[in-house]
């Protein structure tokens, strides 16, 4: 067997020869990202990439018609000298390991100054792990999972808005609500029973508690049920106020049919963006499903307007508009960049200080946040979202009412002229 | 089957070869190249005790592998033990299992014995991703900063390597042993016909089982070092059909069956795998799966045997060179 054994012992060598460095250029701030760019969740990792290339764009390039930007108006970034961005793409293709490996790869190959990601949950929580233990900065752009943040991790930043925080933005609405003499009384939860309606209904149950409208009753369910008129039946006997939908599209597109056909019609019905966010839901149902409500941070925002620019950039670049998980990712980036620059510097611990210290206002976004501060987890505490309303064959943005461009319908008029 | 001359200077190369790769390629992502490609070398090990000698063909080995990662975890996750004392809980629950699940199913023949793998590998994992107590869809962490060596949890690979080295070293020690010994004969006996195997008095089921738990038992070690390097378990990365898979397709590719043939397959698969993800990745058009499926298309049509196959042919064709010149 020497013959055999030999070749395999060259070829331990051989096959990991192909490998090549990366060249550094002069002082580019390196920033490396991680995302699904194939997979299950490749259309969102695409979508992320050709979204924080628009963002790159805006900050490497000048562009004085969005001042209102940090970093936009200016080429580069001016407390380093004008120094460009470079972006390190690589996918991880949803799977922890390799994610934990390219975040290796890119803090001791490529000698990244920043890391951002990554996405799934599974993910974010592996290629975290590898940036404190090096010891460099990573921003989670868009990650669900609660304990990303809060694990006592120096070095992790969540820019975007987390479940507990549209929890809240529910209650502040109904709160509102209530002021105008609307009558919310019981509030009732309906949720697909994985990982991301379970987290989203339990914090919805505790800030309900918290705010005095109970939450009267929660129906779990699976999100590949084929019939759901056990659980509107269910809905139609407790008579809650207002029913929140925590699902995924067919599901979401069932429910709305369902309801109508049982002749059940709440005052409201506000869904947690993915299902009620997904390209088919409103033309499956903008006819039964009138004054439904959703949640959505980013708004195009009328024609001029900063928010419209980019999407007219970001449409130019992919033909389509700008969607709210992209939208976060991007603010994330923008978030980044700033303390980067606010740090005059590449070293690591200047850049998580700088982050630290983060302290962007609401007219400095691009997204619905009341702004941009992260606490001793590295949760941005200011994150918030807007709620949208189908009217017609589109979402409006209705509330706050200071950035609506459209009236609340209360209550919805679901199939009923 | 006839047995090959084996040199010990092959293997005293093969394993200098290994025990110095971290040396000539240094540097942390090399490092975890390296590592990631012990971790599946150690799995298709343990997968070919079963599937390769036995002819068993398990497509539910990540049920070991699963466990093997969870056990670990979950103990640190409850009482903040080190991942250290779930590694023997979980290979006595991975026997526990291989029990439970050889008994019934390996009196299956046939692609019954597959289908049952599948079948049970995804119930766990269904079930699994439900239950709260083990994490859910969510999964469950190691400590991110290792309280001490006992954690297992290093800011650089190099243990990782070498510990997973060993274990590498292990399997394929008792693999070779067994090689030569009755057990070795009789897994070899009943994959070559069972029937024919029962007939001359070799006790099929009971070396069909002691194959099988030999196999759960490397495989759920497996599994506890892919938990304790990764610091992160969920069902997917647990107990997902493709963790399955992966064991056959690399054993398969390197040679089922084979004593090297496990090791031959992962050190092409991993760092083809990880070569094609690097240059063409961050471009996100696909061209990485693309570039490694043809790859396996090639050899499953050329060489369904194995790369191992192909080279005992070729040298097997330059001996007659030999004979016929001498």
Request: aromatic residues 10%; contains cysteine; hydrophobic residues 45%.
């Amino acid at each position: 067997m020497t013959r055999s054994s030999l070749w395999l012992a060259g070829a331990v060598a051989a096959t990991v020869l192909g490998f090549a460095a990366p060249a550094s250029a002069a002082n580019p701030v390196r920033i490396g990202i991680l995302w699904p760019l194939t997979g299950n969740a490749a259309a969102a990792g695409q979508a992320s990439k050709a979204a924080v290339e628009v963002a790159l764009d805006i900050i490497n390039n000048p562009h004085p018609e969005l001042a209102n930007l940090p970093l936009a108006a200016t080429g580069g970034l001016p407390n380093l000298g004008g120094a460009k961005i470079e972006i390190t793409f690589v996918d991880h293709q949803g799977d922890p390991s390799t994610a934990q490996q390219l975040a290796t790869r890119l803090v001791t190959q490529d000698k990244v100054h920043a890391l951002m990601g990554a996405y799934q949950s599974s993910c974010s929580f592996t290629a975290t792990a590898v940036a404190e233990r090096h010891g460099v900065p990573f921003m989670v752009g868009e990650s669900a999972a609660l304990n990303i943040t809060g694990r006592g991790f120096k070095w992790v930043f969540r820019g975007t808005p987390i479940a507990s925080d549209y929890a809240r933005t529910y209650m502040r609405f109904f709160a509102e609500m209530k002021g105008q003499g609307k009558k919310i009384e019981s509030i009732a939860v309906v949720n697909e029973n994985t990982d991301y309606g379970t987290s989203v209904s339990d914090a919805i149950e505790a800030e309900a508690k918290k705010s005095g409208v109970p939450v009267a009753i929660r129906i779990p369910y699976s999100a590949s049920s084929t019939d759901v008129s056990a659980q509107v039946l269910q809905l139609k006997q407790r008579q809650p106020d207002v029913v929140i939908f925590i699902s995924y599209t067919a599901d979401a597109i069932l429910y709305m049919k369902t309801m109508r056909n049982l002749d059940y019609r709440p005052p409201m019905v506000i869904g947690d963006d993915t299902g009620f966010s997904d390209p088919s839901f409103v033309p499956a149902v903008s006819d039964v499903a009138q004054g439904a409500m959703n949640r959505s941070a980013w708004d195009i925002g009328k024609p001029g307007s900063t928010t419209a620019k980019i999407n007219e950039m970001y449409k130019a670049k992919t033909g389509r508009d700008l969607d709210d998980t992209s939208a976060r990712n991007m603010q994330s980036f923008f978030a980044l960049a700033e303390a980067i620059d606010r740090a005059g510097s590449t070293d690591p611990e200047k850049i998580r200080d700088a982050l630290t210290k983060t302290d962007l206002k609401a007219e400095q976004l691009m997204m619905g946040y009341q702004g941009v501060k992260f606490d001793n987890t590295g949760q941005n505490v200011l994150a918030a979202t807007y709620l949208i309303q189908l009217q017609g064959k589109q979402y409006q943005l209705v509330w706050p009412e200071a950035t609506a461009n459209a009236k609340l319908q209360w209550p919805m008029t679901g199939w009923t002229p | 089957m006839t047995k090959l001359p084996t040199s010990r200077v092959g293997v005293v190369l093969l394993a200098a070869g290994l025990l110095v790769y971290p040396l000539v390629f240094t540097g942390a992502f090399y490092h975890d190249v390296g590592v990631s490609f012990l971790l599946a070398a150690i799995a298709a090990s343990a997968w070919n005790i079963v599937g390769g000698y036995a002819g068993q063909i398990s497509v539910g080995h990540s049920m070991f592998f699963g466990i093997g990662a969870y056990t670990p975890l979950l103990f640190y996750t409850l009482f903040g033990w080190s991942p250290i004392a779930g590694i023997p809980v979980a290979i006595v629950l991975s026997l526990g299992l291989a029990a439970l699940i050889g008994l019934p199913t390996l009196r299956l023949s046939g692609h019954y014995f597959s289908m049952a793998t599948i079948a049970v590998a995804e119930l766990i994992r269904l079930l699994v991703s439900t239950w709260s107590f083990v994490g859910a869809a969510i999964g469950l962490q190691g400590p991110a900063s290792g309280r001490g060596w006992w954690d297992l949890t290093f800011r650089s690979e190099l243990p990782y390597y070498y510990i997973f080295l060993a274990v590498l070293g292990l399997v394929l020690a008792v693999t070779a042993a067994f090689e030569s010994r009755r057990f070795g004969y009789y897994v070899r006996a009943i994959k070559a016909g069972e029937r024919a195997a029962k007939s001359l008095g070799v006790p099929v089921l009971q070396t069909k089982m002691q194959a099988l738990a030999l196999s759960a038992v490397f495989t759920s070690v497996a599994g506890s070092l892919y938990a304790v390097k990764t610091g992160f378990v969920d069902p997917g990365s647990g107990f997902g059909i493709l963790v399955s898979v992966q064991m056959v397709i690399i054993a398969a590719l390197g040679g089922a069956g084979t004593l090297y043939g496990p090791l031959l397959g992962a050190l092409i698969l991993i760092p083809l795998q990880t070569a094609t993800n690097n240059w063409l990745g961050g471009g996100g058009s696909g061209l990485t799966f693309i570039i490694y499926g043809g790859i396996i298309v090639l050899i499953a049509r050329f060489e369904p045997g194995g790369l191992m196959e192909l080279w005992y042919r070729l040298r097997a064709k330059r001996w007659r060179k030999l004979d016929a010149a001498a």
